[in-house]
């Protein structure tokens, strides 16, 4: 699939981070690819979020103000176990190098990100059995 072709299965995910630059560029590029995307600014508005809407997707900052993305995961994790949550963070090379994923997340991805990033976060969502 090209950046321009539309996915098969558009999907809605929840974007955590309290850059706002970060979440216009995440609502672009999910855009492009045919995606729907619901920022927040932080853990509580996540929160609220996603108690509000069902989602395929959750990505989320590690470092934020409040809440952190990892204990955030986990408190989605409360409500939904079954969700896939993708944390976002300048120590993914350094989580994943010792093969380390904080409780509560699904997969961690390396700051910064492209669309590459955005594509593989897409493939941990499990399929869809009534698809």
């Not at 979020?49 to 103000?65: N, S």
């Amino acid at each position: 699939m090209s950046s321009a072709e539309p996915p098969s299965t558009p999907r809605r995910i929840l974007f955590v981070d309290d850059d706002p630059t970060v979440l216009e560029t995440m609502r672009r590029i999910l855009l492009i690819a045919g995606h729907s995307l619901e920022g927040a600014a932080g853990s509580e508005e996540a929160l609220q979020k996603f108690e509000r809407g069902k989602f395929d997707l959750v990505m989320l900052d590690l470092e934020m103000p409040g809440m952190r993305g990892d204990a955030l995961a986990l408190a989605i994790r409360e409500i939904a176990p079954e969700q896939t949550i993708v944390l976002l963070t300048a120590y993914g090379e350094v989580l994943n190098a010792m093969k380390e994923c904080p409780p509560g997340v699904s997969r961690v991805f390396g700051k910064p990100f492209g669309f590459e990033t955005v594509r593989e976060a897409l493939d941990t969502i499990p399929p869809n059995p009534g698809a």
